[in-house]
């Protein structure tokens, strides 16, 4: 992974922001987004995260963060989607760390 590196996210099928990475410190990436048609509609998910983050509120957290990767994907640079992922937006700055395969319970 590399500066300026664009990854995208992807809410039903179509593109509504890239997140152009700018700094890591592992296992966080980070970024300037740029919404694009279609994001305005999920800001408040982040908007709600930023403030159960303030709260303390992990329960509320957990609940968002389980709304925004139904609602979202993240795609890598190249197009591959991640299995998981959590992603914190405020304002045009982006964090996010991903797996390539999905958590399990057992």
């Known amino acids: ?9 992807i809410h039903r099928d179509e593109v509504v922001a890239e ?15 740029r919404p694009l048609a ?10 709600a995260r930023n403030a159960a983050l303030d709260a303390d509120d992990d329960e509320a957290m957990m609940r968002i963060d389980d709304e925004i990767g ?9 197009g591959r989607r ?9 304002g045009d700055e982006a964090g996010f760390r991903w ?6 319970d057992e």
């Open 38 to 47: 279609g994001f305005e509609q999920l800001r408040p998910l982040f908007v």
């Open 70 to 78: 139904a609602a979202l994907t993240l795609a890598r640079p190249d």
């Open 82 to 90: 991640v299995a998981e992922f959590l992603l914190s937006v405020e």
């Open 19 to 33: 997140i152009e990475v700018r700094s890591r410190d592992f296992p966080w990436t980070y970024g300037r987004l």
């Open 1 to 9: 992974m590399t500066d300026g590196e664009i990854w995208r996210l």
């Open 99 to 104: 797996l390539d395969e999905p958590v399990t």
